[in-house]
């Protein structure tokens, strides 16, 4: 088993005012030569933005595109059509494929939104650009993981899907229970990031917004280390 350890405090981070962001692996102005990713896990931006502001219309392609909101409520447009809100509790996907440009903004006016904004490589380039969106409970769900993503192609998916062999998965459990988390596929490695509280993840102690992947194993104990706690797991391949 190897791993690696990035603390919540060593993130890249920049405040804009009107954002507050923290960056996992080397993005915009903040590069890290041993951060640049893992696997085909490109980006984990951890973002805070003010009520009534947000990202303008702005390009992608060739990326797999996952948000996630933690609190409040983030509304998106699109050049595919869509305009959304998307709600603490529900996950957003995008293939961004052959090009797409999309805005993305705080949808209330008083006060901030938290999100996720994960990044995968593809396994195809070009594909045509894709949206979708769900709730999920994963609050709710004490002691046991949601998979909220997870391949096109894989008949057991029962989130939302991507182009890569890459599974998302989130749980909230109490403090005291630990657990066994399979990896999906051979070759691949799991980064964990903690959401919310406390964990020890394959012997390592980990808090809030702490990340570590790890890899050349078939599965990593969880053991939740106080109340509430919440992690994400990001299954992905370390050779694509």
């Known amino acids: 088993m ?10 890249g981070h920049a405040f804009h005012g009107w954002l507050d962001t923290h960056h996992t692996f080397s993005f915009a102005n903040y590069y890290d030569p041993n951060r640049v990713h893992f ?4 980006v984990v931006n951890d973002d805070i933005v003010s009520g009534g502001e947000g990202f303008g219309t702005h390009p992608h392609d060739n990326m797999e595109i996952v948000s996630i909101p933690l609190y409040g409520d983030l509304a998106h447009k699109d050049s595919m059509g869509h305009t959304e809100v998307i709600k603490s509790g529900e996950v957003q996907v995008m293939s961004a494929g052959s090009g797409i440009t999309h805005s993305e903004y705080n949808a209330n006016e008083y006060k901030p939104v938290n999100f996720f904004q994960i990044w995968v490589f593809p396994d195809k380039k070009d594909v045509e650009p894709r949206y979708d969106q769900r709730a999920f409970d994963t609050v709710h769900s004490k002691n046991q993981f949601v998979q909220i993503v997870g391949p ?6 029962t989130g939302l899907w991507i182009h890569q062999d890459a599974w998302f998965n989130m749980g909230n459990f109490d403090k005291g229970v630990e657990t066994t988390y399979q990896i999906k596929k051979k ?5 964990v990031m903690v959401v919310e509280g406390e964990f020890t993840v394959a012997g390592q102690k980990l808090n809030h917004r702490d990340g570590l992947g790890v890899w050349d194993t078939d599965s990593i104990t969880i053991a939740a280390d106080s109340e509430n706690a919440r992690i994400l797991l990001i299954d992905v391949p370390m050779e694509f």
Do not use: E, M, Q
């Open 2 to 11: 190897k791993t690696t350890l990035i603390k919540a405090s060593s993130r």
């Open 39 to 42: 696997g085909a896990l490109r």
């Open 152 to 157: 096109k192609d894989d008949p057991t998916n």
């Open 187 to 191: 070759g691949n490695g799991v980064f």
